[in-house]
């Protein structure tokens, strides 16, 4: 078993490239705060600053980020789900096309499709159309 570093290490780069991109949100957003506050001779608060940052970053959430979330949770949601939209259309002609050689060739069928299993291992159906989970 690997690591927990090496199994997840998309997700740790994503999640940096997350804490890196919000800090600079912060910091960035300090500065610009600052130049504002004293532009219109305000005094500057940690607590007016954290109010305004928090209200901008939930903006952008809300804006990019449960968009994207949307976009990419909901598509393996009904990817998983099996919806109608996301049926692959291959598994019915596979399916057609192995009853076709159990047909035609009885004798050498099972072969010849367990060996086209074996090549495609895991992007196969069964002559159910139901299509088989890769065995690891």
Excluded: C
């Amino acid at each position: 078993m690997l690591p927990i570093r090496k199994r997840y290490g998309y997700a740790w780069v994503t999640l940096g490239f997350f804490l890196l991109s919000l800090v600079g949100h912060w910091l960035f957003g300090w500065f610009a705060y600052v130049d504002e506050q004293e532009a219109f001779a305000r005094p500057i608060s940690i607590g007016g600053y954290a109010i305004e940052m928090a209200r901008d970053t939930f903006e952008n959430w809300q804006s990019e980020f449960l968009q994207l979330l949307w976009q990419v949770g909901g598509l393996a949601v009904l990817l998983y789900a099996g919806s109608p939209q996301s049926k692959e259309g291959g598994d019915r002609m596979e399916a057609k096309i192995d009853a076709l050689l159990r047909a035609v060739t009885p004798a050498q069928a099972e072969r010849i499709i367990g060996r086209l299993d074996t090549i495609y291992a895991g992007r196969d159906a069964d002559a159910t159309g139901i299509v088989r989970a890769e065995v690891r």
